[in-house]
């Protein structure tokens, strides 16, 4: 599989699907990206800017949004793209344990016979009818499809009327995530109750705003869910009442941001990405003595918070045009891999690869700016960006700063 990437097939989106999954896989098995990356190092072949360099959209992501002893949450986004367009997309909201793998909630979302709409190609293919919608399943329970439209019709209609241009919500639910009830009996004698009840809401919701004149598209995707979660542990004797209890709470958020500009060449940014989370972990210990007006309550507040992160592969699919100056390919319109964090070690590696794709790409990048290039490393500064945006567009070393401006924007 790993040397399938530098074939000469020209399915570049299946290149690129298959090369995002074996980062996501090899994030969390250490033996897996050792055997990976043993492997590209020693074949000239794969190990190189031209097969690592990823061509398509299609991703392979996941991120986890918490971690602990009894379990860990992870959020998985799969998207299948043909022609620019989505052709499958599943994003799955997992908890995971010693014993395996839950599946908290999934969405699928799914279109047919929009590559036309996309593709440039002018070869007579079989016409698929136009169709999209979504499908969900909420812990382990598949519900029924949800069809947006069916044929060319039913889509322009909702072009013309400006459906869900404003937020519209196509799910809401609270379940029961935990209940659970339990007695011990200690060495002592005494008995201890412990019990456990958890809860989850969840909304998942979306809109799109078309403009015709403009012809762009704007379209987000939002799932959003409220996890709460109550315990307690007490002892009740003749003599004492103690009790401890603890409450978490937590709001986890994912967007699925998309901007179309279809007014000349198709340009598209994909933004997958989840906000901070604020973890609340409150503690009580109550304590009573039968018998006396002795009361004791101690609590103990806790907050932290889960950074939030986006998809690495964002800057690649940032595609902007700007005027070509004679044979040259604009720098903003090729995919450098970079993964948009204010880092220096970043920022520098993310330089120096561009300096050096740029000279093999003959972006009319010369000797003496490559060296200005490595010389500015160690002292960039982002707050000069805007001004450099003011700089002629035409020129190559504006565009560099532009670019890694618009990448700190993202991250």
Same mark, same amino acid.
């Given at each position: 599989?790993?040397?399938?990437?530098?074939?000469?097939?020209?399915?570049?989106?299946?290149?690129?699907?298959?090369?995002?999954?074996?980062?996501?896989?090899?994030?969390?098995?250490?033996?897996?990206?050792?055997?990976?990356?043993? $492997?590209?190092?020693?074949? %000239?072949?794969?190990?190189?800017? &031209?097969?690592?360099?990823?061509?398509?959209?299609?991703? #392979?992501?996941?991120?986890?949004?918490?971690?602990?002893?009894?379990?860990?949450?992870?959020?998985?986004?799969?998207?299948?793209?043909?022609?620019?367009?989505?052709?499958?997309?599943?994003?799955?909201?997992? =908890?995971?344990?010693?014993?395996?793998?839950?599946?908290?909630? &999934?969405?699928?979302?799914? *279109?047919?016979?929009? *590559?036309?709409?996309?593709?440039?190609? *002018?070869?007579?293919?079989?016409?698929?009818?136009?169709?999209?919608?979504?499908?969900?399943?909420?812990?382990?329970?598949?519900?029924?499809?949800?069809?947006?439209?069916?044929?060319?019709?039913?889509?322009?209609?909702?072009? =013309?009327?400006?459906?869900? &241009?404003?937020?519209?919500?196509?799910?809401?639910?609270?379940?029961?995530?935990?209940? +659970?009830?339990?007695?011990?009996?200690?060495?002592?004698?005494?008995?201890?109750?412990?019990?456990? %009840?958890?809860?989850?809401?969840?909304?998942?919701?979306?809109?799109?705003?078309?403009?015709?004149?403009?012809?762009?598209?704007?379209?987000?995707?939002?799932?959003? #869910?409220?996890?709460?979660?109550?315990?307690?542990?007490?002892?009740?004797?003749?003599?004492?009442?103690?009790?401890?209890?603890?409450?978490?709470?937590?709001?986890?958020?994912?967007?699925?941001?998309?901007?179309?500009? !279809?007014?000349?060449?198709?340009? /598209? /940014?994909?933004?997958?990405?989840?906000?901070?989370?604020?973890?609340? @972990?409150?503690?009580?210990?109550?304590?009573? $003595?039968?018998?006396?007006? +002795? %009361?004791?309550? $101690?609590?103990?507040?806790?907050?932290?918070?889960?950074?939030?992160?986006?998809?690495?592969?964002?800057?690649? +699919?940032?595609?902007?045009?700007?005027? #070509?100056?004679?044979?040259?390919?604009?720098?903003?319109?090729?995919?450098?891999?970079?993964? /948009?964090?204010?880092? !220096?070690?970043? =920022?520098?590696?993310? =330089?120096?690869?561009?300096?050096?794709?740029?000279?093999?790409?003959?972006?009319?990048?010369?000797?003496?700016?490559?060296?200005?290039?490595?010389?500015?490393?160690? *002292?960039?500064?982002?707050?000069?960006?805007?001004?450099?945006?003011?700089?002629?567009? @035409?020129?190559?070393?504006?565009?560099?700063?532009?670019?890694?401006?618009? /990448?700190?924007? #993202?991250?």
């Amino acid at each position: 599989m790993i040397y399938d990437l530098a074939s000469n097939d020209t399915a570049t989106e299946v290149k690129q699907y298959v090369l995002q999954t074996i980062r996501m896989l090899a994030e969390d098995d250490p033996q897996l990206e050792e055997s990976v990356l043993r $492997i590209i190092k020693s074949d %000239k072949r794969l190990n190189n800017y &031209s097969v690592l360099n990823p061509r398509g959209l299609s991703t #392979a992501i996941r991120r986890h949004f918490t971690k602990s002893h009894s379990g860990s949450g992870s959020l998985v986004s799969l998207q299948e793209i043909n022609s620019s367009v989505v052709k499958r997309g599943v994003v799955d909201i997992l =908890w995971s344990k010693e014993e395996g793998i839950s599946e908290l909630v &999934s969405l699928g979302i799914f *279109t047919s016979g929009l *590559t036309s709409f996309m593709s440039s190609e *002018t070869e007579e293919t079989d016409e698929e009818p136009m169709s999209a919608g979504i499908e969900l399943t909420v812990l382990g329970n598949q519900l029924r499809p949800f069809v947006f439209f069916n044929g060319q019709g039913e889509l322009m209609g909702h072009v =013309w009327s400006g459906t869900a &241009s404003d937020r519209t919500t196509a799910y809401q639910a609270l379940t029961m995530l935990q209940d +659970h009830l339990e007695l011990l009996r200690l060495g002592s004698g005494f008995i201890v109750e412990l019990e456990l %009840k958890g809860a989850v809401a969840l909304d998942l919701a979306g809109k799109i705003e078309i403009s015709l004149w403009g012809r762009t598209a704007d379209s987000v995707v939002e799932k959003c #869910a409220g996890i709460f979660l109550s315990g307690s542990m007490k002892v009740d004797t003749s003599f004492v009442r103690s009790q401890i209890e603890f409450t978490v709470t937590m709001e986890p958020q994912l967007k699925l941001e998309s901007d179309l500009d !279809f007014s000349s060449n198709m340009k /598209c /940014c994909l933004k997958f990405s989840q906000v901070d989370v604020l973890l609340k @972990h409150n503690i009580y210990k109550i304590e009573r $003595i039968v018998g006396s007006k +002795h %009361k004791l309550r $101690i609590a103990k507040y806790k907050r932290s918070t889960i950074p939030g992160d986006f998809n690495e592969s964002h800057c690649e +699919h940032l595609v902007l045009s700007m005027p #070509a100056r004679r044979n040259a390919v604009p720098i903003q319109q090729y995919p450098f891999r970079s993964n /948009c964090q204010n880092e !220096f070690s970043t =920022w520098r590696k993310f =330089w120096s690869q561009l300096a050096i794709a740029g000279k093999e790409l003959g972006l009319l990048i010369t000797d003496e700016q490559i060296d200005e290039i490595k010389a500015n490393v160690h *002292t960039i500064d982002f707050k000069q960006a805007e001004e450099e945006e003011k700089l002629n567009r @035409h020129d190559v070393m504006a565009n560099v700063h532009i670019f890694a401006n618009q /990448c700190k924007k #993202a991250a």
